[in-house]
């Protein structure tokens, strides 16, 4: 196991950058990173969407967080593969077909987990805001989603997992992310797929843990710190 | 919430309808390239020696490769190999992501009616392996035996129009494919007789090779159709290099003597014979969906989905229960494992689990166990097991977080009323439990059903899969892709709702 | 100051507030008082229109607060509101509570809004708590900085709605003694509280509420020697044995 990790430890961590797109692990918490960052503003606007006057805005918000709900995402990320080249009217190559996927998807999810946050507010919040005559806007941006975003991190942290988990399906559409590396290490070795797959299964659960580990940690925090204020 | 569906329902039949009004606008591809000074090749990342990694560089390097490089020095521009799967690389080149496919490709028919093809490049047999002391001696003897091959490949193909009673399994590439092959999962495989010479000396396995080839393919470099340009500038960089004698010299350095194939070269390039005929067939309509084999392949992988998630479902629920009562244990060692076992089930992606019970699993097996697995459409069965153990932890969560729901008071108040503690935790505790823990659990099995498509990276025949495979026969994309989603949806919004009714009845109590 | 005519108010069947009419003029006093459910909160909520109301007039200052031209905003500015439950905002400091609406309505700047929040804290006796969050304050200390967050904005009226219900007993006089003083300084307030010594010694008059309807509207004085009354007395009676 080691000599593998000792032979190939460079395409598991880059994959074949700079002959190629940068991949292996980097690219896999790139891929995961940039999807989320482009994700949270968009549920923040479909939460808010979802909390609008506007019946049409709040229908449509709403049918598509439950189309995505409905749909498996590797569904999504075939139509992406399809689609988005064909709309974009140039090519684009498979990491970014993967990151429209895991954009329109995750902001469904994070839209769900930012609306939580916003209806677990009491209420008395945005009373007092009104009562003292801020208008809506003011009252959204400086008091409802700081505390809501404040209170979700933690649920926001998990959902950063399941980006990490969930980018390995781009390996499907060749994405060269941390899955690729190995599928070609293991194509070049032929014979040693427990030791590859066991590299692969590790890796991604030390990570992923570290990150589920450190939502659980800050959610404790949290949790104290809204039960000091009930007092 | 019943308008939101319908729109839902609108928009995936909106958006199919919309994608037909679109259609790429012819463009020239050859300016592009000189324009932007590269020529983008798609090639193989793992077909020794045409198009692979080499470990040491970490750079795409082959037989391909180097056509690659010799046409792009003769229109006068860098080149750019660009690592393409077996499977995606025509979709590939016809979305324009690559200018030109140099990726083992074989003339069919049923290409020549998607790409244009260049000269020939290079010819290969296409032959079956089959284990030694295997039963089968020539290719009639297929029929009703499992055979691997690549997903996408030629080899694929002709098998399937050769003896179409066989079963073909069809892998992500070539190596997975051998794979299986090796592992005992299929009776046979075909491939090209360099990969499987290849194959026998890397692996040091050995295994008979049928006699008769299954087809004598033609290879040539894609371009998208109606290329004119670029097509005749390909041509006539093949036909130098065929005439300076370059096009002997990389067939010497990848397989002349010296080499592991120690081979001799014993084609030329030239045009491809029937190569114009089949370009005029005309497009398929979309009635073609309609034609059989298609709706019974459809069906069939529908039914695989909801059989492979009924399964894993029962499976992942009777290990939920055993995880529940080891936490209740109060040893300490079995919480232990409890909380590991969650903790992995939960971390690791479900593909990578799938992958790992597939291809790592069962050489850990006795070999009973393995015998039993190759007997009994082994991927199915990996793939229920591989679902199943990852979703216990799921459904294990769910049941304690039932479990921990459940006010203390409820203990006491039940012990003070004189229950022992195995009464208290049957008539009090887990009525409760499972009540309060009846949503999360709708979510997971919702979650199950969905994620049964990632099956699909084993060749599992399931619904995705299925769609796949209809997808790269009839080029109908996005009417196939629209009804598939339809029908994951329609599943999804039963669940959906259940858990909604379930919830709202949890809420009246 | 502020003037309602034949207010009514439904929740679904239930009929809440039932033709409310009564004046409070220029810094004058008002305790509502009454038994729970009488519709107190909600009469005192709709004097902000944080209810809205389904008949009638409402008209403070002299504006009518549900005319169409109205900037309901503006409006809420020269109204303060003290909640039950505080609602101070978690995530700010003290200070940044109780300067954020002069600073973002008014555009004070920083500098000064943060001058006249200290003179506040230091009516209210917690100027050393001003960089303090509020999670970290007691009942009593978060009702009083609450106050200050209303007194932030110059209102004309204070609107305070059982400011003292959800304190520990010890707490209550310090938010009394705050209220006392404002209402020497002559702020028009309206309460609903059940402390009926405060009501006592600081009410210009009383109006007993009961099942949506005002049943008697009197002076302090009045009030608190109307032995015939029988609905009253009983209600003064319970509200003295649970104290």
């Given at each position: 196991?080691?000599?593998?990790?000792?032979?190939?430890?460079?395409?598991?961590?880059?994959?074949?950058?700079?002959?190629?797109?940068?991949?292996?692990?980097?690219?896999?918490?790139?891929?995961?990173?940039?999807?989320?960052?482009?994700?949270?503003?968009?549920?923040?606007?479909?939460?808010?969407?979802?909390?609008?006057?506007?019946?049409?805005?709040?229908?449509?918000?709403?049918?598509?967080?439950?189309?995505?709900?409905?749909?498996?995402?590797?569904?999504?990320?075939?139509?992406?593969?399809?689609?988005?080249?064909?709309?974009?009217?140039?090519?684009?190559?498979?990491?970014?077909v993967m990151f429209v996927a895991l954009v329109v998807y995750e902001s469904a999810y994070l839209s769900e987990v930012v609306r939580a946050g916003i209806n677990a507010l009491p209420r008395g919040q945005s009373e007092a805001a009104r009562a003292l005559g801020l208008p809506e806007s003011v009252t959204m941006f400086t008091i409802i989603l700081p505390q809501a975003l404040y209170n979700s991190f933690p649920a926001l942290l998990t959902q950063f997992v399941s980006i990490i988990k969930e980018t390995s399906l781009g390996f499907v559409i060749g994405v060269h992310e941390f899955t690729y590396s190995a599928a070609v290490i293991n194509a070049n070795l032929l014979v040693r797929p427990v030791e590859i797959f066991s590299i692969l299964a590790l890796t991604y659960f030390i990570i992923c843990f570290s990150f589920a580990s450190a939502a659980r940690w800050v959610e404790r925090r949290i949790r104290r710190n809204r039960g000091l204020s009930a007092q | 919430m019943r308008r939101a569906i319908l729109a839902a329902v609108a928009a995936i039949l909106g958006l199919g309808a919309a994608i037909f009004l679109f259609a790429p606008e012819p463009s020239d591809t050859l300016q592009q390239v000189r324009s932007r000074g590269t020529l983008i090749c798609g090639v193989s990342s793992s077909i020794k020696p045409f198009g692979y990694l080499d470990p040491a560089s970490r750079e795409l390097v082959g037989y391909d490769v180097d056509f690659c490089r010799a046409v792009a020095e003769?229109?006068?521009?860098?080149?750019?190999?660009?690592?393409?799967?077996?499977?995606?690389?025509?979709?590939?080149?016809?979305?324009?992501?690559?200018?030109?496919?140099?990726?083992?490709?074989?003339?069919?028919?049923?290409?020549?009616?998607?790409?244009?093809?260049?000269?020939?490049?290079?010819?290969?047999?296409?032959?079956?392996?089959?284990?030694?002391?295997?039963?089968?001696?020539?290719?009639?003897?297929?029929?009703?035996?499992?055979?691997?091959?690549?997903?996408?490949?030629?080899?694929?193909?002709?098998?399937?129009?050769?003896?179409?009673?066989?079963?073909?399994?069809?892998?992500?590439?070539?190596?997975?494919?051998?794979?299986?092959?090796?592992?005992?999962?299929?009776?046979?495989?075909?491939?090209?007789?360099?990969?499987?010479?290849?194959?026998?000396?890397?692996?040091?396995?050995?295994?008979?090779?049928?006699?008769?080839?299954?087809?004598?393919?033609?290879?040539?470099?894609?371009?998208?159709?109606?290329?004119?340009?670029?097509?005749?500038?390909?041509?006539?960089?093949?036909?130098?290099?065929?005439?300076?004698?370059?096009?002997?010299?990389?067939?010497?350095?990848?397989?002349?003597?010296?080499?592991?194939?120690?081979?001799?070269?014993?084609?030329?390039?030239?045009?491809?014979?029937?190569?114009?005929?089949?370009?005029?067939?005309?497009?398929?309509?979309?009635?073609?969906?309609?034609?059989?084999?298609?709706?019974?392949?459809?069906?069939?992988?529908?039914?695989?989905?909801?059989?492979?998630?009924?399964?894993?479902?029962?499976?992942?629920?009777?290990?939920?229960?055993?995880?529940?009562?080891?936490?209740?244990?109060?040893?300490?060692?079995?919480?232990?494992?409890?909380?590991?076992?969650?903790?992995?089930?939960?971390?690791?992606?479900?593909?990578?689990?799938?992958?790992?019970?597939?291809?790592?699993?069962?050489?850990?097996?006795?070999?009973?166990?393995?015998?039993?697995?190759?007997?009994?459409?082994?991927?199915?069965?990996?793939?229920?097991?591989?679902?199943?153990?990852?979703?216990?932890?799921?459904?294990?969560?769910?049941?304690?977080?039932?479990?921990?729901?459940?006010?203390?008071?409820?203990?006491?108040?039940?012990?003070?009323?004189?229950?022992?503690?195995?009464?208290?935790?049957?008539?009090?505790?887990?009525?409760?439990?499972?009540?309060?823990?009846?949503?999360?659990?709708?979510?997971?099995?919702?979650?199950?059903?969905?994620?049964?498509?990632?099956?699909?990276?084993?060749?599992?025949?399931?619904?995705?899969?299925?769609?796949?495979?209809?997808?790269?026969?009839?080029?109908?994309?996005?009417?196939?892709?629209?009804?598939?989603?339809?029908?994951?949806?329609?599943?999804?919004?039963?669940?959906?709702?259940?858990?909604?009714?379930?919830?709202?009845?949890?809420?009246?109590? | 100051?502020?003037?309602?005519?034949?207010?009514?108010?439904?929740?679904?069947?239930?009929?809440?507030?039932?033709?409310?009419?009564?004046?409070?003029?220029?810094?004058?006093?008002?305790?509502?008082?009454?038994?729970?459910?009488?519709?107190?909160?909600?009469?005192?909520?709709?004097?902000?229109?944080?209810?809205?109301?389904?008949?009638?007039?409402?008209?403070?200052?002299?504006?009518?607060?549900?005319?169409?031209?109205?900037?309901?905003?503006?409006?809420?500015?020269?109204?303060?509101?003290?909640?039950?439950?505080?609602?101070?905002?978690?995530?700010?400091?003290?200070?940044?509570?109780?300067?954020?609406?002069?600073?973002?309505?008014?555009?004070?700047?920083?500098?000064?809004?943060?001058?006249?929040?200290?003179?506040?804290?230091?009516?209210?006796?917690?100027?050393?708590?001003?960089?303090?969050?509020?999670?970290?304050?007691?009942?009593?200390?978060?009702?009083?900085?609450?106050?200050?967050?209303?007194?932030?904005?110059?209102?004309?009226?204070?609107?305070?709605?059982?400011?003292?219900?959800?304190?520990?007993?010890?707490?209550?006089?310090?938010?009394?003694?705050?209220?006392?003083?404002?209402?020497?300084?002559?702020?028009?307030?309206?309460?609903?509280?059940?402390?009926?010594?405060?009501?006592?010694?600081?009410?210009?008059?009383?109006?007993?509420?009961?099942?949506?309807?005002?049943?008697?509207?009197?002076?302090?004085?009045?009030?608190?020697?109307?032995?015939?009354?029988?609905?009253?007395?009983?209600?003064?009676?319970?509200?003295?044995?649970?104290?």
């Amino acid at each position: 196991m080691l000599d593998i990790i000792r032979e190939n430890w460079v395409l598991l961590l880059i994959g074949n950058y700079p002959h190629g797109p940068v991949g292996g692990l980097v690219g896999t918490l790139l891929l995961a990173s940039v999807s989320l960052l482009i994700a949270l503003p968009c549920s923040v606007a479909m939460a808010m969407a979802r909390n609008s006057h506007s019946r049409i805005l709040r229908g449509g918000v709403t049918s598509i967080v439950w189309l995505m709900r409905g749909t498996p995402l590797l569904m999504v990320v075939f139509w992406s593969n399809y689609l988005v080249p064909l709309l974009l009217g140039w090519p684009v190559g498979p990491f970014w077909v993967m990151f429209v996927a895991l954009v329109v998807y995750e902001s469904a999810y994070l839209s769900e987990v930012v609306r939580a946050g916003i209806n677990a507010l009491p209420r008395g919040q945005s009373e007092a805001a009104r009562a003292l005559g801020l208008p809506e806007s003011v009252t959204m941006f400086t008091i409802i989603l700081p505390q809501a975003l404040y209170n979700s991190f933690p649920a926001l942290l998990t959902q950063f997992v399941s980006i990490i988990k969930e980018t390995s399906l781009g390996f499907v559409i060749g994405v060269h992310e941390f899955t690729y590396s190995a599928a070609v290490i293991n194509a070049n070795l032929l014979v040693r797929p427990v030791e590859i797959f066991s590299i692969l299964a590790l890796t991604y659960f030390i990570i992923c843990f570290s990150f589920a580990s450190a939502a659980r940690w800050v959610e404790r925090r949290i949790r104290r710190n809204r039960g000091l204020s009930a007092q | 919430m019943r308008r939101a569906i319908l729109a839902a329902v609108a928009a995936i039949l909106g958006l199919g309808a919309a994608i037909f009004l679109f259609a790429p606008e012819p463009s020239d591809t050859l300016q592009q390239v000189r324009s932007r000074g590269t020529l983008i090749c798609g090639v193989s990342s793992s077909i020794k020696p045409f198009g692979y990694l080499d470990p040491a560089s970490r750079e795409l390097v082959g037989y391909d490769v180097d056509f690659c490089r010799a046409v792009a020095e003769h229109i006068g521009v860098r080149a750019q190999p660009m690592a393409v799967s077996v499977e995606q690389r025509i979709p590939e080149l016809n979305a324009g992501r690559i200018d030109l496919l140099v990726s083992v490709l074989g003339w069919t028919p049923e290409r020549a009616r998607q790409i244009d093809y260049s000269h020939s490049y290079f010819v290969s047999r296409q032959v079956v392996i089959v284990p030694h002391g295997s039963d089968i001696r020539d290719l009639a003897e297929l029929a009703n035996r499992r055979v691997s091959a690549a997903k996408g490949s030629t080899g694929e193909q002709y098998l399937r129009v050769k003896v179409p009673g066989a079963a073909v399994l069809t892998f992500q590439d070539a190596p997975s494919a051998f794979l299986a092959f090796e592992q005992g999962k299929v009776d046979a495989m075909v491939l090209s007789d360099l990969a499987a010479m290849q194959l026998r000396q890397e692996s040091g396995s050995d295994f008979a090779t049928i006699r008769q080839p299954i087809a004598i393919e033609t290879w040539g470099l894609g371009v998208r159709k109606g290329e004119k340009a670029l097509l005749h500038q390909v041509n006539a960089a093949l036909t130098e290099m065929e005439v300076k004698g370059q096009a002997e010299a990389i067939f010497t350095k990848w397989f002349g003597p010296g080499t592991e194939f120690a081979q001799s070269r014993t084609f030329k390039v030239q045009p491809i014979a029937n190569g114009d005929q089949a370009a005029e067939q005309t497009d398929g309509t979309l009635l073609d969906l309609l034609k059989a084999p298609y709706p019974g392949w459809l069906w069939q992988g529908f039914l695989t989905t909801l059989h492979l998630t009924g399964l894993s479902w029962v499976l992942a629920f009777a290990i939920a229960m055993l995880l529940t009562g080891l936490r209740m244990s109060r040893v300490v060692p079995l919480q232990w494992f409890v909380s590991t076992y969650v903790e992995f089930s939960r971390n690791i992606p479900l593909l990578v689990q799938v992958m790992f019970w597939y291809f790592a699993m069962p050489s850990l097996l006795p070999d009973g166990a393995q015998l039993w697995l190759q007997n009994h459409n082994s991927e199915f069965v990996l793939a229920t097991c591989a679902l199943g153990f990852c979703l216990a932890g799921y459904f294990a969560e769910s049941i304690r977080s039932g479990i921990r729901a459940i006010p203390n008071g409820q203990e006491e108040a039940a012990r003070a009323l004189g229950f022992g503690g195995v009464k208290t935790l049957r008539f009090i505790i887990i009525p409760q439990a499972i009540r309060l823990s009846l949503p999360p659990l709708m979510n997971n099995t919702l979650l199950l059903f969905q994620n049964s498509s990632i099956a699909l990276a084993i060749g599992v025949h399931e619904l995705m899969y299925q769609t796949r495979a209809i997808e790269n026969e009839t080029y109908r994309t996005v009417a196939i892709f629209a009804l598939a989603t339809l029908m994951y949806f329609s599943v999804s919004l039963l669940l959906m709702f259940q858990a909604a009714r379930v919830e709202r009845r949890l809420a009246k109590r | 100051m502020i003037t309602l005519e034949h207010v009514e108010k439904h929740f679904g069947a239930l009929h809440a507030l039932k033709d409310i009419s009564g004046q409070i003029v220029q810094g004058e006093v008002a305790v509502l008082c009454g038994p729970s459910g009488s519709g107190k909160s909600t009469l005192i909520r709709t004097i902000n229109r944080l209810e809205e109301i389904d008949g009638g007039r409402i008209i403070v200052a002299g504006q009518d607060i549900h005319e169409k031209s109205l900037d309901l905003n503006a409006f809420r500015e020269r109204v303060g509101f003290v909640f039950q439950q505080f609602n101070l905002f978690p995530h700010l400091s003290v200070l940044d509570n109780i300067t954020l609406a002069p600073r973002k309505l008014r555009k004070v700047p920083k500098a000064e809004a943060e001058e006249k929040a200290l003179l506040l804290l230091d009516r209210v006796g917690l100027r050393e708590k001003a960089s303090a969050f509020p999670t970290s304050l007691s009942g009593g200390q978060s009702q009083r900085v609450a106050i200050a967050r209303s007194l932030a904005m110059s209102p004309e009226v204070m609107l305070f709605d059982e400011p003292t219900s959800a304190l520990d007993p010890e707490m209550v006089s310090e938010v009394l003694a705050v209220m006392t003083e404002l209402a020497q300084e002559g702020m028009t307030m309206v309460c609903v509280t059940h402390e009926m010594g405060f009501a006592r010694s600081v009410a210009d008059t009383v109006w007993f509420l009961e099942a949506g309807r005002v049943e008697a509207q009197l002076s302090s004085e009045e009030f608190f020697e109307s032995g015939n009354n029988p609905r009253i007395r009983a209600f003064m009676a319970h509200v003295g044995r649970s104290q």
